[in-house]
Each structure stands twice: as C-alpha cells, then as structure tokens.
C-alpha cells in the first residue's frame, strides 16, 4: 500500500494569515494532485505536478512536488474565507493508480 | 454546466434494503470509478470500469457491484446495505487511466 500521510490533519487560521500544507509519501509517485472539498460536494482538481522540483500557482496557491517526488506542499497566502474546506492529495504510482492523503481540514476564520 | 451528475444527492435507504446510486457522466471519458467516503477521511477507491471493462479493488465488500450499461452511465448497487454502508459516494470520471479525474458532487447514503 503507497500511504499518503497529509499534515496538519486540521488548521484553524484567521483571515489575512499564510499556512503550508503537507503530503508525504515514502513512496515515489509518476504525478501528484490537490483537490479541495467543501462540504456535501465532491472534490475539485485545483492542479497536477508532474516534474520533480515543479512549482505551479493558481493565485494565491502556491504548489510544489518534491525533487524525488515523494512528497507535496500547498502554500495559501493571505487565506480567505473561501478557503476553508478539505484539502486533499492524491499521488499516482506507475499502474495509473491514484492514492489519496487522508485530508487537511482547514477553517479560515474572518 | 455539469459534466459529473450524481442523482439523487442524498438517499436513505433501510437495513438490508437494496439501493442503487446513478453517475452519468457528458465529458465521454473511457474511465468512471466509484469512491466511498467517510466523515472527512480519504476517499476510497471501490472499483472502475475503463471502458466496458470492470475493475475491482481486493478490499471491497461483495455487497457492493457496479454496472456501466453505455459509456455515459455508471450504477453503483448496494445490495444488503449495513450501518457501517452510510457514506458519501463519489463517482469521478479521467479520460483515460492516470489522467485527472473530475468528481460528481456525490450522493449522501444513509441507512436506518
């Protein structure tokens, strides 16, 4: 089993504050997503990375996969209220098949 | 416009009693799954269909069986729901196998 463990488990911040997100794996992984979920909805693709080292932003997210490609972090700058929801990772192993984190429940208090 | 379409969005079905859930699907992508998830933990992956071919995961219960009649629809049937059954499923859909794959909103079961 390639286990995805995702840290902090849950993250209550203030708006207007910065966190980091982590996915760790002992486990090399061909690519890497992030999802976020609110509640009673299914999860939304925010991005891929795909290249060890690779750093992706989508507006105040900052992506990035580790040079080995075990591993992922989520920067949010300055979170919003609209952030808040469960942030997940999934990595894919070299049989197309995906493994998600176990989720980072975040609240952005504003 | 929806391209994942779960219905219905929440069902309550009884002890025992079978129920099926629907994914339909407007993206003609060749791989749906079928994911239970738990009160915030980790989805987890039931079975897929790529194509017309049925995939499923070692640690699924019999219980559980899946149908994909045509390339757009997906069934998921529960066949002697237990307590331990109620969830959220998620249907999601790739284009091929190790590509993105894009979500439904999910149908909330319960069981009483």
């Known amino acids: 089993t390639q286990l995805l463990e995702q840290s902090p488990q849950f993250l209550s911040i203030q708006e207007g504050e910065n966190l980091t997100v982590y996915c760790n794996s002992s486990s090399v992984f061909s690519s890497l997503q992030w999802y976020r979920q609110e509640p009673g909805e299914g999860p939304v693709l925010l991005v891929t990375v795909v290249t060890g080292g690779e750093v992706k932003k989508l507006k105040r997210l900052t992506f990035q996969f580790g040079d080995a490609r075990k591993d992922s972090s989520l920067h949010i700058t300055a979170a919003q209220p609209g952030d808040t929801g469960l942030y997940l990772c999934?990595?894919?192993?070299?049989?197309?098949?995906?493994?998600f984190g176990s989720g980072t429940k975040l609240n952005v208090k504003p | 416009d929806a391209m994942v379409i779960q219905n219905p969005r929440y069902q309550v079905t009884q002890f025992g009693k079978p129920v099926t859930l629907s994914c339909s699907q407007t993206?003609?992508?060749?791989?749906m799954y079928w994911y239970q998830q738990k009160s915030s933990q980790a989805p987890k992956l039931l079975f897929h269909?790529?194509?017309?071919?049925?995939?499923n995961e070692a640690d699924t219960p019999d219980n559980f069986q899946s149908r994909r009649p045509n390339t757009s629809f997906c069934f998921l049937d529960i066949r002697s729901p237990g307590l331990g059954d109620a969830a959220m499923y998620l249907c999601?859909?790739?284009?091929?196998?190790?590509?993105?794959?894009?979500f439904g909103p999910g149908t909330r079961l319960t069981v009483t």
């Open positions: 269909y790529y194509d017309k071919d049925f995939n």
């Open positions: 993206l003609n992508h060749n791989v």
């Open positions: 999934a990595g894919l192993n070299n049989f197309n098949k995906f493994y």
């Open positions: 999601a859909t790739s284009r091929d196998p190790g590509r993105e794959q894009y």
